[in-house]
């Protein structure tokens, strides 16, 4: 899914999710996801295993259709690079709820997933 919503988002879906309050762009709320994933990984220690598994899925994609997957998952990165906070704000009502995880450690986590699809 994550990996998925880094694809979908290098041209990013700017459409607005009404119901939400602030009014927010879906690809702030799919990346953040994938950015918040990516801090889970981290923090059971499978973030590893999550790089092999991705590299599995890229390939796999790649061989299906003609895309660019470094290209696109940085663009997504860097599309929401600016709506951190925005992102972290909703993935703390959602799949972070639970989990003891700040801003800053989120902001870590974004510059870690992209440090990491950069080195691939």
Same mark, same amino acid.
């Given at each position: ?71 696109e998952t940085r663009a997504a990165l860097d599309a929401v690079a600016p709506r951190l906070a925005d992102a972290f704000r909703l993935t703390k009502l959602s799949i972070l709820a639970a &989990? %003891?995880?700040? /801003? $800053? #450690?989120?902001?870590? !986590? &974004? %510059?870690?997933? /992209? $440090? #990491?699809?950069?080195? !691939?």
């Amino acid at each position: 899914m994550a990996l998925a919503h880094l694809y979908e988002h290098a041209d990013p879906d700017r459409t607005v999710i009404s119901s939400i309050d602030p009014p927010t762009p879906r690809y702030v709320k799919d990346v953040g996801r994938a950015i918040a994933l990516w801090w889970l990984a981290g923090q059971d220690g499978t973030r590893d295993d999550w790089a092999q598994r991705w590299q599995g899925a890229i390939d796999a994609e790649t061989s299906e259709r003609k895309i660019e997957p470094l290209a696109e998952t940085r663009a997504a990165l860097d599309a929401v690079a600016p709506r951190l906070a925005d992102a972290f704000r909703l993935t703390k009502l959602s799949i972070l709820a639970a &989990h %003891a995880c700040e /801003l $800053a #450690a989120f902001r870590r !986590a &974004h %510059a870690s997933l /992209l $440090a #990491a699809i950069l080195a !691939a």
